[in-house]
């Protein structure tokens, strides 16, 4: 009997293509309102050249191995030591990738015994770092610090007796607000916990020199950064900040910084190089901030629906198909948005995730917005 091993498969796709939530590829194009690339530095002549540079001085493509056997090379050790004294952490690792770097964080650090509160809303890889590891785990409603310390208090009254481990983004991916980093470290130093802080959309854009939120608070033993290089630094890969301790520990523990290949030597040339961009050239920041400026108050005005006042305007549309419908256009007529739709967000706000990056200028903003607003107005159901 024949069997057809890809019906169930097959059926699974259907599936959500009638939900419009199907996903594919596509290339990019027209003016940029939906990459990460806030500083305009992942085509920027600065980073080819430090490319250039850095194969012309014998950089390699490969590391050819993972940190701990023959992958280990100077670039990565160089780019751990300039990011720690330039974000003000005790250590830095360099990670492949922000999701590796999370994965491993949340795996590895917390232990049997100790308890995870994390917010509702952070990002898909510290959801798989939570479930890989053995501490417990609750997540807690969006942005509220009243239910974190309401979690730890009920979790030591039933008789937890580890540590606490906090986790939140500092400007979250996909509503563009902030958290309050103050509240949840003074929580953590109530209760003897630990604070982790993925900055992936705040690195570079936020704080001093670009820093990200969490600069006020560097230095403390209980607190694990994670900044992304694959955002505004424009090249890829990821940082963890902590303490000396923290570090050796995921040097030793982590598997996926274990048992991966360790990130190309080129890549970490790249970074260092952005990161002596977000220090010599403040004025890409400057400009990053009138344009997310205008961006606010001219969406705000416009469609009359709250803003973030970050570079992460999210418009709500609800339905998916209608979120859709309303992004390919916006395509056609030359602005690059696209829909974002469950479970990447909860069911029910399918929205445009609107980025404002240096890719475009204010009258480009302008035109996207006129241009959104005649096609919002069409496409009312």
Known sequence: ???????????????????????????????????????????SPELRTALVDAIARGVPMGAGGSRLLRGNHEEHETLEREAAAFFGCERMLYFSSGYSAN????????????LVIYDCLIHASAHEGIKAG??????????????IEDA???????????????????????????????????????????????????????GHQGIGYSGELRGRENVVVLHTCGKALGVA????????VLCNVLVNRARPFIY??????????????????????????RRLKQLIESANKLVAFRFGSPVSGTQIIPLIIGD?????????????????LRAIRPPTVPAGTARLRITITLNVDEAAI????????????????
């Open 152 to 206: 730890i208090r009920t979790w030591r009254a039933g008789g937890g007796i580890g540590f606490p481990w906090i986790v939140c983004e500092s400007l979250y991916s996909m509503d563009g607000d902030q958290s309050a980093l103050f509240d949840l470290v003074a929580i953590a130093d109530r209760h003897d916990g630990f604070l982790v802080i993925d900055e992936a959309h705040a690195t570079g854009v936020h």
């Open 237 to 244: 890969g990821a940082l963890v900040g902590a303490s000396s």
């Open 320 to 336: 998916n198909s209608r979120t859709l419908r309303i992004a390919a256009r916006m395509q056609r007529n030359g602005f690059d």
């Open 103 to 114: 994965l491993s964080i949340l795996s590895t650090l917390p232990r049997r015994g100790d």
């Open 366 to 381: 302008i035109r996207m917005v006129d241009t959104l607003a005649d096609v919002l107005k069409e496409e009312k159901v």
């Open 1 to 43: 009997m024949s069997v057809d091993r890809l019906l169930q498969f097959n059926t699974a796709l259907s599936q959500l293509g009638n939900k419009g939530r199907l996903r594919t590829l596509t290339f990019n194009s027209g003016a940029d309102f939906t990459s990460n690339d806030y500083l305009g530095l992942a085509a």
């Open 134 to 147: 053995k501490a417990d785990a609750v997540a807690v409603a969006h942005n509220d610090p009243e239910a």
């Open 260 to 285: 991966s290949t360790a990130p190309s030597p080129l890549q970490a040339a790249c970074v260092r190089h952005a990161l002596q961009v977000l220090a010599n050239e403040p004025e890409r920041r």
